[in-house]
């Protein structure tokens, strides 16, 4: 069993940075894509940011040019480097990690981004 467990989340003002952390541990093989998605109250969840295993990336265009994900697969951990926070970036954040069987979800860190 793989857990996900994610870091970094907290309260910024308009216009600062945080960065997220999310580290996988137990009965870990490979990890292939990882990712970050993000869900308010009453939405639906939704995809951030995108990372292969060879570091191809994508993402949301709500993000680009403010927001980088990245991995270090040696540590089994993915980042979001957020920049530029908005009002409407505020979330709880989740991390996403595709197995060789199965999909593991970490709980969430919460981002809070005040006006």
């Known amino acids: 069993q793989v857990q996900l467990v994610e870091s970094g989340g907290g309260l910024v003002q308009h216009g600062g940075s945080l960065r997220l952390s999310c580290a996988a541990s137990g009965s870990i093989i490979i990890i292939a894509n990882m990712a970050w998605y993000r869900q308010v109250p009453g939405k639906q969840r939704e995809l951030v940011a995108t990372?292969?295993?060879?570091?191809?990336?994508n993402y949301a265009d709500s993000v680009k040019g403010r927001f980088t994900i990245s991995r270090d697969n040696a540590k089994n951990t993915v980042y979001l480097q957020m920049d530029s926070l908005k009002p409407e970036d505020t979330a709880v954040y989740y991390c996403r990690a595709d197995l060789v069987v199965g999909t593991a979800w970490g709980r969430g860190t919460q981002v809070t981004v005040s006006s």
């Open positions: 990372i292969t295993r060879g570091f191809n990336t």
